[in-house]
């Protein structure tokens, strides 16, 4: 899946250590590790810093001196580019359609991402050399995004491709859950809540309403301790 597919994020010639910081964020958001940077302004380079659970990411980033040094040992290079007063003569990714492109090539192929500077992009001579050119749709008037906003939304896609659908919570065992629905009936019954309510028509409804719900052990003995201590409150206040 392209999710899993190896992935580098290439900048060339960034000039703002904010935005360097910012990427790594992104990556880490999105479980990328792999960042080179090509030829970056040296104060930049030097004043680098990330979220703290980005910072190994800015830490292990490799300083690159060219392109060839930023994509080597990666045969799959995309760019990315606004087309902003450029003519379209490459082959052009939309972004939503990312990961259909990279279903065409084997999940084991590393692809390497370039992102350009701030202020220029990707100049013509780095765009020819890429296989193909990512396009994020934005609104005409304002096409150009912020270097890391960028990197973020990109990476989204390409994480979407492969993401592990989040996994239903383990139920609490029937002995717990039964324990829970007698600590309620004890607290409605010493409440005398609701009121009107037969004993079997309250514990009737307690069951119902926890056996439909999927609470996990932890939540369950919260509940259970919380009620437990709720009764053992009221009736102390019910004693003359």
């Known amino acids: 899946m392209p999710g899993n ?23 880490g958001n999105f479980g990328a590790e792999d960042l080179v940077v090509v030829d970056p302004y040296e104060p930049v380079w030097r004043e ?33 580019t606004s087309f902003h007063q450029r003519p379209l003569e490459h082959a052009t990714i ?15 192929e590393p692809a390497a991402i370039v992102f350009g500077s701030e202020r220029s992009g990707l100049s013509n001579a780095d765009l020819a050399r890429c296989r193909a050119l990512i396009h994020i749709p934005t609104q005409r008037q ?13 990476l989204y896609e ?19 859950l ?37 609470l996990p052990p932890a939540t369950v003995r919260f509940l259970l301790s919380f009620s437990r201590w709720l009764v053992k409150k009221q009736a102390k206040v019910s004693q003359p």
Not at 142 to 154: D, F, H
């Open 5 to 27: 597919r190896p992935i580098r994020i290439v900048l060339m010639r960034p000039r703002n250590p904010l935005n360097i910081g910012a990427v790594a964020r992104a990556m």
């Open 48 to 80: 680098t810093r990330s979220a703290p659970e980005a910072e190994a990411i800015v830490r292990n980033a490799r300083r690159a001196v060219d392109w060839d040094d930023a994509v080597r040992g990666v045969s799959l290079i995309l760019g990315t």
């Open 94 to 108: 939309e972004l939503p359609n990312l990961h259909m492109y990279l279903n065409s090539f084997p999940a084991s």
């Open 142 to 154: 304002i096409p150009s995004m912020n270097l890391a906003q960028a990197v973020a939304v990109v």
């Open 158 to 176: 390409w994480r979407r491709g492969g993401w592990e659908p989040q996994r239903a919570p383990t139920p609490a065992p029937a002995q717990e």
């Open 178 to 214: 039964e324990a829970l629905i007698g600590s309620l009936n004890a607290l409605g019954e010493a409440a005398g809540y609701p009121q009107g309510y037969e004993p079997a028509a309250r514990l009737g409804r307690i069951r119902q309403i926890l056996q439909h719900a999927v």
